[in-house]
T-cell receptor, first 113, second 117 residues
């Protein structure tokens, strides 16, 4: 069975600083990997996804993530954080053609002005 | 992008009553929809997979008689929480997968917050 670990429960960064959110996965085959963002009381918005090909994936809102098979990681990065990026971020791995998603426990991002 | 709509977004009910939550794909057809439950400050837990025209597949530990799922058309799935109790209070989120061949992305609704008094 697949699993996802997000080691950081909370992260606080200053506006304009760089950001890296960690994600490690466990899956027996080539994984489908996703990063989602959730604002309070809202659903999930897809930031980016990796299915195959280039291991550096570009997403919306200036986010990118790099798939590293040797480390079983899919860390999310952003060069310069904006106050509006404050939210909960979830990493997910998909089985069954990406359908059945298993989510990590999430990382709460706080941005200091 | 594709839009998935959930209704109601918030619902408060009395203990013992049943509540229905709708999940609609607005601009695409979805063969498969998924229902998740999210406890406060926790991750999303998959409850069941809903396939159009067939019975839902429930995850281990999810009571199928408590959480009734119906997927009557390619654009609508419903989750009915029967005889709701305060412990059923939670944030319920659905997602949908397009019927298009090769579709691998899921689109999420905005969630429905259920409060059982």
């Amino acid at each position: 069975a697949q699993s996802v670990t997000q080691p950081d429960i909370h992260i606080t960064v200053s506006e304009g600083a760089s950001l890296e959110l960690r994600c490690n996965y466990s899956y027996g085959a080539t994984p489908y990997l996703f990063w989602y963002v959730q604002s309070p009381g809202q659903g999930l918005q897809l930031l980016l996804k990796y299915f195959s090909g280039d291991t550096l994936v570009q997403g919306i809102k200036g986010f990118e993530a790099e798939f590293k098979r040797s480390q079983s990681s899919f860390n999310l990065r952003k060069p310069s954080v904006h106050w509006s990026d404050a939210a909960e971020y979830f990493c997910a791995v998909g089985a069954g053609g990406g359908n059945k998603l298993t989510f990590g426990t999430g990382t709460q991002l706080k941005v200091e002005l | 992008g594709a839009v998935v709509s959930q209704h109601p977004s918030r619902v408060i009910c009395k203990s013992g009553t049943s509540v229905k939550i709708e999940c609609r794909s607005l601009d695409f057809q979805a063969t498969t929809m998924f229902w998740y439950r999210q406890f406060p400050k926790q991750s999303l837990m998959l409850m069941a997979t809903s396939n159009e025209g067939s019975k839902a597949t429930y995850e281990q530990g999810v009571e199928k008689d408590k959480f009734l799922i119906n997927h009557a058309s390619l654009t609508l799935s419903t989750l009915t929480v029967t005889s709701a109790h305060p412990e059923d209070s939670s944030f319920y989120i659905c997602s949908a997968k397009s019927i298009l061949a090769g579709a691998r992305e899921l689109f999420f609704g905005e969630g429905s917050r259920l409060t059982v008094l």
